[in-house]
């Protein structure tokens, strides 16, 4: 026998003369390592994920028995901590389908702590009562844990368990979906670790460059001199919202299509970054005028990764030009650090649900309610730049959301799929209730000019299921993975009162979400600063593709000059 497990069996070992109370006092030692064992069946699949949990488990209680040498001590906060990472993994899973991973660890900012506080008031009585059973408990396992380890065997042993795991995700990496998964939760977070740790150590959070021969002729107080008079922008956070026409077979009411339109009867295909569900990556697209795809493993927190590190966005680019900026947000500001975001991309007045007394989902009259008034307030001080995030077409469509508010002249098109016609349902009540915000604006308002850029942020989630229903998970999951265009297709459109768009020379029928600045400047007549002239290049070398172009070269090129030019920070 090895002398490493030799010592350790004879540390492990009791006395010869052991009575029965002694033996007793094992049990909690042992319920705690079947506990684990029964965990590892029920929520870990395949012999890997298995491996790595097993491993992961031996390295936390090496750890704890490094410091306290006492191993049913060790088992049962080996266990708390394995039984935190599920609890918390499910809660995520369905409030954003992705299971934790250590990423969530290594990006902690307060206002994502201030969010889980809030909207889980219930973890604080958790904690408390915790504490208050978990003292006691431990104290009284302290008192009767009968056996003891030596701390250099421990180390030895977690050091051990830590190397075999590494090695076991290096040979054996996560696939890109496992993340959507809920299940395989100790595994993914402690691979996901690993892969993170190893990322950010080669390349940082974002892709770029090493270096670039040229630079952005940046002068710091760059002139914005318009040809005419400033407009009002309106930019409509459309959530969820498609043409659903592209999908074969679905039935629409008649008239359908119409909302997808811009003021030149053109209907624009707008290509996002994330399929069925993450908002914020198109957030980061229209805001920053930049690719989530750049941050690769870090994608999914690209919005708290870049708040306060990327200076660059449309919002500086209008307040260059004169503009006072607002948003508009339907959710407490710290949910994945939106408020600091956008503030860094200088959005200066930032409006969340807390401020409009708005539940999780309104109906978008709400929010155009909002930003009505808003302009009756603010607009006599400066043009606005007014960001306002609709939510009546966000999931779930298992129910029908707002009944009472169905349009009188709506058909249910008799889709055999009951969301696809729930879904249809809040497209024509945003509809309505868009038309309804445009006749308030040209009659509340007559002498003032509204540029109005509306996007869809991504398709529905149930959309994957149904662009080609023939396929297997596996092909669906290599399709959206290789960005098949059919999976992240939406709609942008311009639309304007008492003031004609300047110029649509960016506005090309089908365009990368990062471009979306380019079209909202040029259209409301603002000369570009130098970033966005360089970015205007960019989209007329590559034809409308940013991230795309190149496989991510012209993004990692362009986000090295905004580097050297301080425009991203720590990254």
Sequence with gaps: MPPLIASLAHRLSPSATMTTPQVLRLLPFAAFHLAALVIMVAIENGPVRM???????????????ALLRRPTIAAGLSLTIFAAVIWISRFKHQVLWMTANFMDLMIIDAETVAFLWTILPE????????AAVAIPVLVLLWRLDPWRVRRRIAAAGAAGCFAAMVG?????????GEVFADDNNVSIFMRSGVEAVHTL????????DTEVSERLKLTGEEACAPAGKRPHIILLHDESSFDIRAVNGVKVPQGYGAHFKSFDGKARTFLVEGAGGPSWYTEYNVLAGLSSRSFGRFQFFVTRIAAGRVSRGLPHALRRCGYRTFSIYPVFGGFLGTRSFYKSTGVENFIDGRDIRGGVFEPDRFYFDHAARMVARERERAPMF????????????EFPFRPELTPSSWRDPGNTMPEVNEYLRRQAM????????????????PGEAFLIVRFGDHQPDF?????????????LGRRIMGYDPR???????VDAINFRPVNLSSALDVLDAPYLPLVVQEAAGLPLDATFAEQKRILQRCRGLFYACGNGAEARRFNRLLIDAGLIKGL
């Design 51 to 65: 491996l790595v949990y097993l491993l992961t488990w031996g390295m936390l209680n090496f750890f704890w028995l």
């Design 123 to 130: 973890v604080r009585v958790i904690g408390f009562v915790t």
């Design 168 to 176: 076991a995700t290096f040979a054996f990496p996560l696939s890109d």
């Design 201 to 208: 150590a080669t390349q940082g959070f974002m892709e770029s």
């Design 386 to 397: 007014l960001h306002v995030y609709l939510t009546a077409n966000h999931f779930p469509y």
């Design 430 to 445: 945003t509809e309505r209730d868009y038309k309804d915000f445009v006749a308030r604006l040209k009659r509340e308002f």
């Design 463 to 475: 959309a994957k299921h149904i662009i080609d229903p023939h396929i297997d998970g596996a092909e």
């Design 487 to 493: 999976y992240y297709s939406a709609y942008y459109a």
